[in-house]
């Protein structure tokens, strides 16, 4: 007897079994779809660089017109806050001790000198000393028993008396920095925590006076403490750039650290740091030579020209001394 055959499908039928399981669902198909309509901008890890880039919070100084800083120094890095405000509408530090060697102490002394000191001319003088008369310093003559001041006159003089004052202020005024100073020392604060608690804390220092400083303390977080890069001060790096000779000297971190510390030097009240930085002094030519070359052209030509005659070494004592001075008045706080 013949042993059958198992069955063989025809012809027409495949081979193996279709896998339904394998058949792209309606779902699967929508949800890829789905995903590549998605916009780019949902995804966080594609953020604009710019948003990253920017700390959180820069409305906030921009509202209070503060700035945090960040300034590294021999003795380590440390952050704070700067202002710029009018001269007027600020008080200098009180640095005690050295008030007697102090310019802004002696000019501040010599004009309160000045107010309490009337000057007469030789002539009017000796007539007094021949006449018992009373003084009128507005008319800058005596006066008689029988005269009479008018009393529209002398209010017109108070007047234009205090609108010369008012024009002398305003003309003697200037833009100045203004740092988180106490008693002539600047305070670096070696975290940004440590930073926000000081504000928040209520301690004494000199920023208090500024307008905006309560709103500043109502809304500041550690977070917000993050210095862009054209306030963050390399003060540590300079005198090794400098010794390094004038094919290695980097225009932008000395640039930016004469800035600082002629803003320091003002703020704290460091008369000598003042003049090694004054016009005409070979720093100030350091200075002027950088930012030339910097520019470019024909000016920054010239300005490496005048960088090749300035001394690497007599730059790098300069700027050792002024650190030094600097780094002597800071209070370091943890």
């Known amino acids: 007897m013949a042993r059958q055959s198992p069955h063989r499908p ?48 820069r409305a906030l100084w921009e509202d209070v017109r ?18 710029y405000r009018m001269s007027n509408q600020v008080t200098p530090t009180e640095i005690g001790e050295r008030d007697d060697d102090d310019p802004f102490h002696a000019r501040a002394r010599r004009d309160e000198d000045e107010e309490t000191v009337v000057f007469l001319d030789e002539e009017f003088a000796e007539s007094l000393e021949s006449e018992d008369r009373e003084v009128d310093p507005r008319r800058g003559r005596a006066l008689r028993d029988d005269d009479d001041v008018d009393e529209t006159d002398e209010e017109e003089l108070d007047d234009q008396a205090d609108e010369a004052d008012e024009e002398d202020e305003d003309e003697e005024a200037e833009e100045v920095a203004v740092f988180l100073t106490h008693r002539g020392k600047l305070l670096l604060f070696k975290s940004r ?125 300069g700027w050792r001394t002024i650190i030094g001075k600097i780094s002597a008045a800071v209070d370091w706080r943890d």
Do not use: C
């Not at 779809?33 to 949902?42: L, Q, R």
């Not at 503060?66 to 202002?83: K, N, V």
């Not at 950088?290 to 004592?317: P, V, Y």
């Open 10 to 57: 025809d012809a027409d039928e495949p081979d193996t079994e279709f896998d339904e399981s394998s058949r792209p669902t309606d779902t699967a198909t929508e949800s890829t779809a789905d995903a590549a309509a998605d916009p780019v901008e949902d995804d966080p890890d594609l953020d604009d660089e710019d948003a990253v880039a920017e700390p959180a919070n």
């Open 193 to 317: 925590e440590s930073l926000v608690s000081f504000v928040l804390s209520g301690a004494p220092h000199d920023m208090a006076e500024l307008d905006t400083w309560d709103d500043l303390v109502a809304r500041v977080q550690p977070a917000d403490i993050a210095p862009v890069s054209e306030d963050s001060y390399e003060l540590d790096l300079v005198v090794e750039n400098l010794r390094g000779g004038h094919d290695t000297w980097d225009p932008k971190l000395l640039i930016s650290a004469g800035e600082v510390a002629r803003d320091l030097a003002f703020a704290l009240r460091l008369p000598s740091v003042l003049d090694m930085l004054s016009t005409g002094n070979s720093l100030d030519d350091l200075d002027e030579a950088l930012r030339a070359t910097a520019n470019g052209g024909l000016g920054g030509f010239m300005g490496r020209r005048r960088l090749k005659k300035i001394g690497a070494q007599t730059a790098s004592l």
């Open 66 to 83: 503060i700035d945090p800083l960040e300034i590294a120094l021999p003795s380590g890095s440390g952050f704070t806050l700067r202002a």
